[in-house]
């Protein structure tokens, strides 16, 4: 019950295009959804983050879909770029308890 | 504003060694959570520190200990180091009951040989 579960494991898009990752959770106690994103050999970077009673968040060229009946959140990457290569994790937690991270998404945008 | 420091960088021990690993917080946080991320997966939590107390464990060892200082910096110790304890070990602080974000570190990469 602690899992979430992101897919896809590797994704490859053109510059330009919207990049969507997915990720379920069956913890319905978690009330906190956070986008990372990191690049090698550093520390993972917030992104952006969303609580269950949205459904959507925006902030910049970046969106969170979220689905509380279904227990899935998403990210999709507008307009994405080159220096947008990078992995991108996404996590839950029960208020600032521990991140449940997902297994990480591998993301590559060719110029 | 100064983000939430690591050190060392790096570090490379041989297996049966202990190895101490520091962290100080983002300015203005009290909270310190400290987690493992083995190569190509996601950071799995050890254990997280508020008010020089351990408030929640996750699935790691007593090998596994850690400290915190009264100006909220953080250690994070292992004993009888493994060759699979190699990893990127990740600081992160917060702000209890104020925020539920999680700012990380840059890391440590420890190499056991």
């Known amino acids: 019950q602690q899992q979430v579960k992101q897919s896809p494991q590797s994704l490859i898009v053109q510059k330009g295009g919207i990049p969507i990752i997915n990720c379920a959770y069956e913890n319905t106690a978690f009330d906190y959804f956070p986008w990372y994103q990191q690049f090698p050999g550093k520390g993972p970077a917030l992104l952006i983050a969303?609580?269950?009673?949205?459904s959507e968040k925006k902030e910049g060229r970046f969106t969170i879909s979220f689905n509380k009946s279904a227990k899935q959140f998403s990210l999709h990457i507008m307009d994405s770029q080159p220096g947008d290569s990078a992995t991108y994790f996404c996590a839950a937690s029960k208020g600032a308890q521990k991140l449940v991270f997902g297994q990480g998404t591998r993301l590559t945008i060719n110029p | 504003d100064a983000g939430v420091t690591q050190s060392p960088t790096h570090l490379i021990k041989t297996r049966g060694q202990q190895v101490t690993l520091r962290c100080s917080p983002k300015?203005?946080?009290?909270?310190v959570s400290w987690y493992q991320q083995a190569l190509g997966q996601g950071p799995q939590f050890i254990f997280q520190?508020?008010?020089?107390?351990?408030?929640q464990r996750g699935n790691f060892p007593d090998r596994f200990s850690g400290h915190q200082f009264p100006n909220y910096s953080s250690e994070l110790n292992v004993n009888a180091l493994l060759l699979g304890d190699s990893a990127l070990y990740l600081c992160?602080?917060?702000?209890?009951?104020?925020?539920?974000?999680?700012?990380f570190g840059p890391g440590t990469r420890l190499t056991v040989l």
């Open positions: 992160a602080s917060s702000t209890q009951g104020y925020t539920d974000t999680q700012y």
């Open positions: 300015s203005g946080h009290d909270t």
């Open positions: 520190y508020y008010e020089e107390e351990e408030r």
């Open positions: 969303i609580r269950p009673d949205v």
